[in-house]
């Protein structure tokens, strides 16, 4: 019973230490918002890509019909 009590404590412990500014789960979810910006900022970057690609073309063929 001993031995439970004290892997609780050490659980607990470590738990707490978890949530301290500069963790290892601060540094996790630091990582993970910086993935999840670079991934936005892919998705943006490709709609804005997508988006001149549109108007290029739609003024080419405009051009065409006038010429």
Aim: aromatic share 6%; proline share 3%; with cysteine.
């Amino acid at each position: 019973m001993a031995d439970v009590i004290a892997s609780h404590g050490l659980h607990k412990r470590r738990l707490e230490s978890d949530k301290r500014p500069g963790g290892p789960r601060a540094a996790y979810t630091a990582a993970q918002w910086y993935l999840g910006a670079l991934f936005c900022m892919r998705l943006v970057e490709s709609a804005c890509e997508a988006r001149a690609r549109a108007l290029t073309e739609r003024s080419e063929s405009l051009a065409r019909a006038r010429a």
